[in-house]
């Protein structure tokens, strides 16, 4: 079984002063750390943080802006292949995936783009929505089996947000960005958290700290693991762990075979 761990740390050297970087690792002793909204590039972290024991890691850092985005892999298997960025340098530019390639799976991290500060950001985060659907059904036809994981900014159904009726004109909820994911289930990646629990209420990835939302879990469910469908059948579990502190959204890990 291989453990994956995906979690928007809000900025990693913080969370390290903070004393959450460690035991994700000590702890839970996943085989593949997914960390999304870093906020660093390698050479401005210490040698500790950027080289775990036991893992090699890769990252992908904003170009247009030091302490913005950002995603890393952690890995005990080094992969195959590591590609930064789905090709296209708008959305590359700003450190927002990195694609790892194993003998038997393709593994992306994704740190999706926020949609507000006005109508031009979220028409970003929407081209950047469809080319990486396109980027992800390009490797399906040549024969990878994809599971994508990481910060998507949207809750899909009034299900993943314990206050959907108030969000209905916000960007994280709003029709146009939640029917971009209806387009990735209709083009069968499956979202691996409802698949195991399609019922589950209250289960939510990410909280607003200004507000102390996350002590009433008045939350969002916006961190996710994609599968498609031709590797569906090799997960086992996933699981959401809420009671970890460290940043404004909390780690979700899964099993595969």
């Not at 090709?87 to 694609?99: A, L, N, S, T």
């Not at 949609?115 to 979220?122: D, F, H, I, Y």
């Not at 960005?177 to 939510?204: C, L, M, S």
Request: aromatic share 16%.
């Amino acid at each position: 079984m291989l453990k994956i761990i995906s979690w928007n740390t809000n900025g990693l050297r913080a969370t390290v002063k903070q004393g959450f970087f460690d035991p994700l690792f000590k702890d839970f002793k996943p085989d593949i750390v997914c960390l999304q909204e870093t906020k660093a590039s390698p050479e401005q972290l210490d040698v500790f943080i950027k080289d775990v024991v036991g893992y090699t890691s890769y990252f992908s850092s904003s170009e247009i802006k030091k302490g913005y985005s950002g995603v890393a892999i952690y890995t005990k298997e080094k992969p195959q292949e590591v590609l930064y960025g789905i090709g296209i340098k708008k959305f590359d530019e700003e450190g927002r995936v990195i694609i790892a390639k194993y003998k038997n799976f393709t593994l992306i991290n994704i740190y999706c783009p926020n949609g507000g500060q006005g109508p031009e950001r979220l028409r970003y985060k929407l081209e950047f929505y469809d080319a990486f659907l396109n980027f992800i059904l390009k490797l399906r036809e040549k024969g990878e089996r994809v599971i994508f994981c990481g910060d998507i900014n949207t809750a899909h159904t009034p299900m993943d947000l314990a206050r959907p009726k108030d969000n209905e004109h916000n960007t994280g909820f709003l029709p146009v960005e939640r029917a971009w994911i209806d387009k990735v289930v209709a083009n069968e990646f499956i979202d691996v958290f409802r698949k195991f629990y399609p019922h589950q209420k209250d289960a939510y990835t990410y909280w607003d700290m200004k507000t102390f939302a996350r002590d009433r879990n008045i939350g969002w469910r916006i961190d996710y693991f994609f599968a498609d469908a031709n590797i569906i059948s090799k997960i086992n579990d996933i699981g959401i762990m809420n009671h970890y502190f460290g940043s404004d959204h909390c780690p979700v890990w899964l099993l595969i075979k």
